[in-house]
C-alpha cells in the first residue's frame, strides 16, 4: 500500500470522526445515548470513503514446485521376450513408492508402442515401437517443465526416425535404462524387403532382399523365395565374421490378377535362439491396366508424336496412330483421341457415340469450329481464321482426381483460333487460358462430369510442353505422368454408384485397417446422414462382426483395428436406401516385433551419450535413485505468488456496511426517533 494511500484513509478516518462528533456529541444534551450514533455514523461514512479510496490490499502465497520425474516405459512385443510384465511393474512401483522420491519428485507415468499412451499397465502388447516419437511427445508435454525422463526399453525400435539421436531440452535429463539380454548371439535375419505394392500383369517385379548375419564363424545358407508351397526363387549364401550382409534381388513374373502373397525364408543356423526373423511374408497386387488408345488424325503433325509416347511411357498402354478414312473397329479401343476434326469426321462422331466410347477433341489451327458446333457437345466458338498464342494456367480447385501442377507457369503457348470460347457447367476445368498475361476464364484442358466421357484440349503445338518439361526436369516422368491420369480417367467405364468404398486388397499384420466409404444422394452428391453398417468375417471362421461406420469429414470410417493374418470378406450397408456394397482383403502375417533376439545395448549407449548421461541396467536402479536425490539439478524450488486485489472487489464490505446502516434504523426505532 503506498504513503498517499495511507493519507488518504487517515484523512477519510478523520472526515468520519469529525462528522460523526459534530452530528451527535458536539453540544449534545443526550451524550450518553449519543456514542452509539457516534460510533455508527462514523464507521458507515468511514466506510463509504474507504470504498471510494479503493486502496489495494496485496498478498503473497508460496507454492513449492516439484521436479517432474516421467517414466516412459516400452510396451512393445519385442518386450516380453526381454522381461516379465508383472517383475517389471513390480519394480517400477517400488520405486514411485518410495518415500524420499515422492517427497522429491512429481511423478508421471507413461507407456509406448506405435505412440504414446498415459497410465501405467504395463502388458507388451503393442505390436510396433517408436522411441523417438515417444520421447519427442513426451517433450512436448513437459516443455517447460525440469526434472528427469527415464526410459525403460530394450533398444529395438521398429518405427519411425532412430532414437540413437535424439536430444533431451535442457530442462528435462534423460537416463536410458536398458532391459532384457544383453548377450550377443549367432543369428541370420531378414533385415529389409523391398517389393513394390503393385505389379502390372504379365510384367516381371523386383523383389530386394536385406539380410544380416550376427556371428564369428563361417556359415552357409539357402535363401528360398515361395509362392504357396512352390520355389521360384533360390540362392546358396555365406557369411563370416568379415561379411555380414548381403543383398539379394530377384524378379518374379506377374502372371494372373490378384492379390498374391509370397514368402522369404533363409534356412536357421544351428541352434538358432530367434528363427521367427528367418523368413518374412510379403504380397503384391497383380493388376491389368492394358489401356488401347486411338489417335485419329487427317494430318501429319508433330503432337501425334507426343501423344504416343506419353501414352506408352507405361507399358500397359499402346497408341495406334490412324487415318480417320482407314477401317477401323472402335471397339477394339478404351479411348479414341480425335485430333483437329472437321466435317469429314462426321461418321467416326456417330460411331463413337454408337458404342459409348470415351474420346478427347484437340483443336488447332485446321480444327473447323462449325462442325464441333453442330455436334453439340457444351462447347462453342465463333472462331476467325486469325492465330493466337495462349498460355496455360493450372486450376487448383480441379479435384475430380488428383492432379499436381507440374510448372504450366513456364510452359510455352499453344496456338489456336482466335474466338471466344462457350462452355456449359458440364466440364471441369484442369487448365485455363492466359493470353497476354491476362486470365481469360476460358478453359484450355477440361473434362466432362457425364458419360461417356469426353475431354478437350484448346490449341496445338502440344509437343512443346513435353519438350519444355525434359528442360526442365531432364525426363519426361513428371508431364507423361500428369497427362496419364487424364488417359486413365477418360478410358475408365466405370460409373459412377452411389455407394463408394475405398480400401486395400491387403494388409500386412499388426497395423491398424481401416476401410472407408462414401454415399451419395440421388444428385451424387455426399450426404452426411447416411447410416452405414458393415460386416466382416474371416473365411476360415463362422463368427461374423457387425458394427456402424463414423462420419469422418466427407467419408464414413471403419476401424478393424489389428486382424489376424487370413482372408476377409465383407459388406457394407447404407440402412435408409438399402444399397449395398461388399469386398475382401487379405491379412499377411507379419510381426516385426518378434524379429531381435536380444536387447540393442549399443543403440540405448549412443542414446546415453548423445545426451550426456549414464547408461542404466535393470538391476542399477538404487544407484539411479541415489543418482536423482543426490543431484542438484533435481531441486524443489519455492516460488511466491503475489496478489494485488482493490478493496471494492471485497464485496462483504457491502454487506458490513448494509448492517450498520440496519442497526442504526433500527436504534432509532427502538428510541422512537423515526
Known amino acids: 500500500m503506498t504513503a498517499t494511500t495511507i493519507v488518504y484513509i487517515t484523512l477519510a478516518l478523520a472526515v468520519a470522526l469529525g462528522f460523526a462528533f459534530f452530528q451527535y456529541l458536539h453540544k449534545s444534551p443526550r451524550r450518553s445515548k449519543d456514542y452509539i450514533f457516534f460510533a455508527l455514523r462514523s464507521t458507515s461514512i468511514f466506510l463509504i470513503l474507504l470504498l471510494l479510496i479503493n486502496p489495494k490490499v496485496r498478498s503473497v502465497t508460496y507454492e513449492l514446485i516439484k521436479p517432474k520425474l516421467v517414466l516412459l516405459v516400452d510396451n512393445s512385443e519385442s518386450m516380453a521376450l526381454a522381461e516379465d510384465a508383472a517383475e517389471l511393474e513390480k519394480d517400477l512401483d517400488m520405486l514411485k ?21 498415459s497410465g501405467d499397465s504395463i502388458n507388451f502388447s503393442e505390436g510396433f515401437s517408436n522411441p523417438q516419437r515417444a520421447m519427442e511427445q513426451t517433450e512436448d508435454i513437459f516443455q517447460s517443465a525440469s526434472g528427469a525422463l527415464l526410459l525403460f526399453s530394450d533398444g529395438n525400435q521398429t518405427l519411425g526416425r532412430d532414437y540413437r539421436y535424439f536430444r533431451q531440452s535442457d530442462g528435462m535429463k534423460l537416463f536410458p535404462v536398458v532391459l532384457g539380454d544383453t548377450a550377443t548371439y549367432s543369428d541370420l535375419s531378414i533385415e529389409r524387403l523391398n517389393v513394390n505394392r503393385y505389379a502390372f500383369l504379365n510384367n516381371r517385379f523386383p523383389v530386394e532382399i536385406f539380410l544380416n548375419y550376427k556371428g564369428a564363424r563361417n556359415v552357409e545358407t539357402r535363401l528360398q523365395l515361395f509362392s504357396g508351397n512352390s520355389v521360384v526363387f533360390s540362392k546358396k549364401l555365406n557369411f563370416s565374421e568379415d561379411h555380414t550382409s548381403e543383398i539379394v534381388r530377384s524378379e518374379l513374373q506377374a502372371g494372373s490378377v490378384g492379390v498374391k502373397t509370397f514368402r522369404v525364408q533363409v534356412e536357421p543356423l544351428q541352434n538358432e535362439k530367434n528363427v521367427e526373423n528367418n523368413q518374412r511374408n510379403f504380397g503384391i497386387e497383380v493388376i491389368d491396366e492394358r489401356t488401347n488408345v486411338l489417335i485419329l488424325t487427317s494430318m501429319i503433325h508433330p503432337d501425334l508424336g507426343a501423344f504416343k509416347k506419353l501414352i506408352e511411357s507405361n507399358q500397359q498402354r499402346k497408341a495406334e496412330i490412324k487415318n480417320f478414312s482407314e477401317n477401323i473397329q472402335i471397339e477394339d479401343y478404351q479411348l479414341v483421341i480425335i485430333f483437329q476434326p472437321d466435317y469429314s469426321f462426321k461418321d467416326v462422331y456417330q460411331r463413337l457415340a454408337k458404342a459409348g466410347k470415351p474420346y478427347f477433341l484437340v483443336t488447332g489451327s485446321k480444327t473447323d469450329w462449325n462442325f464441333i458446333n453442330s455436334l453439340q457437345l457444351g462447347l462453342n466458338k465463333k472462331a476467325t ?3 493466337q498464342e495462349v498460355f496455360p494456367v493450372f486450376n487448383s480447385q480441379f479435384g475430380t482426381f488428383q492432379l499436381d501442377d507440374i510448372g504450366f507457369d513456364d510452359y510455352p503457348p499453344l496456338s489456336m483460333k482466335f474466338g471466344t470460347l462457350n462452355y456449359d457447367s458440364n466440364f471441369e476445368v ?3 487460358q492466359s493470353i497476354q498475361g491476362v486470365q481469360t476464364g476460358e478453359p484450355l484442358l477440361a473434362i466432362s462430369k457425364t458419360r461417356p466421357k469426353f475431354g478437350f484440349l484448346i490449341g496445338e503445338n502440344f509437343w512443346r510442353w513435353r519438350a ?34 475405398d480400401y486395400e486388397n491387403f494388409y500386412y499384420g499388426n497395423r491398424q485397417i481401416r476401410i472407408m466409404a462414401q454415399y451419395f444422394d440421388e444428385n451424387y452428391e455426399f450426404d452426411p446422414s447416411g447410416i452405414l453398417e458393415i460386416r466382416l468375417k474371416n473365411k476360415d471362421s463362422v463368427n461374423a462382426v457387425t458394427s456402424s461406420l463414423l462420419l469422418k469429414n466427407n467419408h464414413y470410417e471403419f476401424n478393424a483395428g489389428e486382424l489376424a493374418a487370413g482372408t476377409y470378406d465383407f459388406s457394407i450397408t447404407e440402412k435408409t436406401s438399402g444399397l449395398s456394397k461388399s469386398g475382401s482383403f487379405q491379412v499377411i502375417d507379419f510381426n516385426p516385433e518378434k524379429q531381435f533376439t536380444s536387447a540393442n545395448l549399443t543403440g540405448m549407449k ?13 538391476d542399477q536402479l538404487s544407484q539411479l535413485k541415489d543418482e536423482l536425490l543426490n543431484s542438484s539439478e533435481f531441486t524443489p524450488v519455492q516460488k511466491s505468488h503475489e ?32
Request: hydrophobic share 45%; glycine share 4%; net charge negative.
Open 643 to 674: 496478489k494485488a486485489v482493490p478493496l471494492i472487489d471485497w464485496y462483504y464490505l457491502l454487506f458490513v456496511l448494509i448492517a450498520v446502516f440496519a442497526a442504526e434504523w433500527f436504534y432509532r426505532k427502538y428510541l422512537g426517533l423515526i
Open 385 to 387: 481464321g486469325q492465330q
Open 97 to 117: 513408492g518410495d518415500p524420499e522420491i515422492q517427497q522429491r519428485f512429481d511423478i508421471s507415468n507413461f507407456r509406448f508402442g506405435e505412440d504414446l499412451q
Open 606 to 618: 549412443e542414446l546415453a551419450n548423445t545426451n550426456h548421461s549414464e547408461l542404466y541396467f535393470k
Open 468 to 501: 519444355e518439361s525434359y528442360l526442365q526436369n531432364a525426363n519426361f516422368e513428371a508431364f507423361d505422368e500428369f497427362f496419364a491420369k487424364l488417359i486413365q480417367n477418360l478410358a475408365s467405364q466405370e460409373q459412377k454408384q452411389r455407394l463408394e468404398i
Open 430 to 432: 484442369i487448365l485455363e
